[in-house]
C-alpha cells in the first residue's frame, strides 16, 4: 500500500514488486482515463501486455461479465482507476477471477476505496453489498485526490465521521448479546474516527487530505479484520441504504450516512454537538432539505432502516420511531444543520 503525494508515478514498480508480468487488465471510465491514462499506460506496458476494459456501469451481471473475460482470456491482474464505481467493478471481477487487483481511486467519497466490500447494483438497479476482497495493492496519490471535486471530499468525511455511530451500535448490539466484539477491528475503526476528529487542521487542505486518506483506510482494513462492515457501518448506514431504496432524491453515500448519524444520536437522546460543530467546521452540508429529502421520506426511510439487513442490530431496534418524535427530529434538522 502507497499512500502519499505523487505516488502515481510508482504503478510500474508496484507491479514489479509483487511480481506482476503477462496480460494485465486496465479499467477506467473514460473521463478518468482522459486525465491520467498516459500515464498510467506506459507503467502497465513496461511490466506486461496491457489490454483494455472501459467501465460505464457498475452492476452485478457487468463485474461477472468482466471476471468472464479475465478467466476466459488469461488475464495476470487487474489494474483499476477511478471512483467508487470502477473500483468495485474490478474488486469484485478480481475477487470472482482470484487475480491479484491494484486499486488506485481517484476521489475520496467513501471508505470502500480500501475495504473488502464491493457495492453493485442489481438488475433492478438498487445497490446490494457484496463480500469480497481487499485488494491486493493500493495506490492512493493524495496530490491527485486533492485536486478532485471538494463535494466528494466532504462526503469521505461525512462516511469516516459515521463510525462514531457506527461504534455506539457495535458496542450496543454486544451489549445484548447480538454481535460478538474484535478487539482489533474496533480499534482501528476508533482510530480512523479519532485522526479525522482530533485533526489540527480546521479546512481542507493538502495536509488534511493526507490525514482524511489515512482515515479512510483505516475503516477499510477495519472490515477486513471483523470479515465485515460492522466496525464502520450501524444504523445510519441502514438509513442510508433505506435512503437508497426509498428517495426519489439520491446523494452521495457520505452525506447520507453523515446526516443518519446525527439523526439517530438524536433519536436515542445522545448529544449530537460534537459531530455537527465538525462537519460545519468543514461545510458538510447535511441538511435534509438541502439534501431534498422531505419530512415524509425521513420518517419513512427511519422507521423501515432496520428492514435493510438482517444481521445488523442497532439502536433502531430498539428505539421509539413514533412519527411524530421523527418528524419533530426532523424539523431540528432542519434548523440546526
Same mark, same amino acid.
Given at each position: ?60 451481471? !457487468? ?28 474488486? !469484485?471481477?478480481? +475477487? ?104 489540527? +487542521? ?22 477486513? +479484520? ?71 421520506? +425521513? ?13 445488523? !442490530? ?24
Amino acid at each position: 500500500m502507497k499512500i502519499g503525494s505523487g505516488k502515481i508515478s510508482e504503478i510500474e514498480s508496484t507491479l514489479r514488486a509483487a511480481d506482476i508480468s503477462g496480460k494485465i487488465l486496465y479499467i477506467s471510465d473514460p473521463y478518468v482515463d482522459s486525465l491520467y491514462g498516459a500515464s498510467v499506460r506506459p507503467q502497465i506496458e513496461a511490466v506486461g501486455k496491457i489490454k483494455e476494459q472501459s467501465v460505464d456501469y457498475n452492476t452485478i451481471a !457487468y463485474s461477472m461479465e468482466v471476471a468472464e473475460r479475465v478467466i476466459a482470456t488469461d488475464i495476470d491482474c487487474i489494474v483499476a482507476m477511478g471512483g467508487g464505481k470502477t473500483l468495485d467493478v474490478g474488486k !469484485y471481477a478480481a +475477487f470472482v477471477s482470484k487475480r491479484p487487483f491494484l486499486s488506485i481511486p481517484t476521489t475520496m467519497a467513501h471508505d470502500g476505496i480500501v475495504s473488502p466490500i464491493a457495492v453493485l447494483k442489481r438488475q433492478d438497479e438498487k445497490p446490494k453489498s457484496l463480500g469480497c476482497a481487499m485488494p491486493s495493492m493500493i495506490i492512493l496519490d493524495t496530490k491527485l485526490m486533492a485536486t478532485c471535486p471538494k463535494h466528494l471530499i466532504k462526503a469521505g468525511i461525512g462516511d469516516t465521521i459515521s463510525n462514531y455511530m457506527a461504534l455506539k451500535d457495535w458496542d450496543f448490539a454486544v451489549s445484548h448479546g447480538k454481535d460478538e466484539m474484535n478487539g482489533y477491528a474496533y480499534m482501528m475503526s476508533r482510530t480512523s474516527l479519532d485522526a479525522l476528529m482530533k485533526t489540527q +487542521f480546521d479546512h481542507i487542505c493538502p495536509e488534511f487530505i493526507d490525514v482524511l486518506a489515512n482515515s479512510l483506510v483505516l475503516s477499510g482494513i477495519a472490515m477486513d +479484520f471483523a470479515g465485515s462492515s460492522r466496525p464502520v457501518s450501524g444504523s445510519e448506514h441502514l438509513f442510508s441504504h433505506a435512503l437508497d431504496y426509498y428517495c426519489e432524491k439520491q446523494n452521495l453515500h457520505g452525506f447520507n450516512v453523515a446526516l443518519g448519524t446525527i439523526a439517530v444520536l438524536k433519536i436515542i437522546g445522545d448529544d449530537p454537538t460534537e459531530v455537527i460543530d465538525y462537519l460545519k467546521k468543514f461545510e458538510v452540508d447535511v441538511n435534509p432539505e438541502h439534501m431534498g429529502i422531505s419530512e415524509d421520506s +425521513f420518517v419513512y426511510c427511519m422507521q423501515h432502516a432496520t428492514e435493510m439487513r438482517n444481521n445488523r !442490530y442497532t439502536y433502531l431496534h430498539e428505539a421509539d420511531l413514533d412519527s411524530d418524535k421523527l418528524k419533530n427530529v426532523y424539523k431540528e434538522l432542519v434548523e440546526e444543520l
